[in-house]
């Protein structure tokens, strides 16, 4: 499959709602949006939003989170290129290692070279997100990634 092509920014104002309105329809983390509206992205394909993702950097920790490709553009590649651009976003920005909870792409990620690590080893920056200490669930899948 021949990677599509795919512009991500960092997403404006005029955009929240949009992240917001993608994650909530796939009952991912939507909440904190307002309250850290610069962690998120916005992954354009030509005019079409195709998907968001976010970075929240503590250091040279940090969290990838509420990455999402919108359903009718699933299988098509887009969600490794939204990920290869969030990842060189945060190793450009100084991170280190990433970190993510998953309840559903634990197969995805750890295709793309995240492994599976206990909650309570990960960095107490992490683990005093929102995302980790009130919006996932226990069950979720913890994984990191060195960069």
């Known amino acids: 499959m021949t990677a599509p092509s795919l512009t991500v920014r960092q997403a404006s104002d005029d955009d929240v709602a949009r992240v917001e309105s993608l994650l909530e329809t796939n009952e991912l983390p939507h909440r904190d949006v307002r309250s850290k509206p610069e962690c998120f992205f916005v992954a354009r394909s030509g005019t079409e939003v195709v998907g968001i993702g976010g970075i929240e950097r503590y250091g040279a920790n940090g969290l990838l989170r509420s990455v999402v490709v919108a359903e009718s553009n ?39 070279g995240y492994e599976a690590v206990a909650r309570e080893t990960v960095p107490s920056s992490i683990q005093g997100t929102t995302e980790f200490a009130e919006l996932c669930p226990d069950s979720a899948t913890c994984m990191q990634k060195q960069l």
């Open 74 to 112: 699933r299988g098509q590649g887009y969600g490794t290129a939204l990920c290869d651009a969030l990842e060189d976003r945060a190793r450009t920005s100084g991170v280190e290692t990433l970190y993510l909870l998953t309840t559903t792409a634990a197969a995805f990620f750890n295709q793309r």
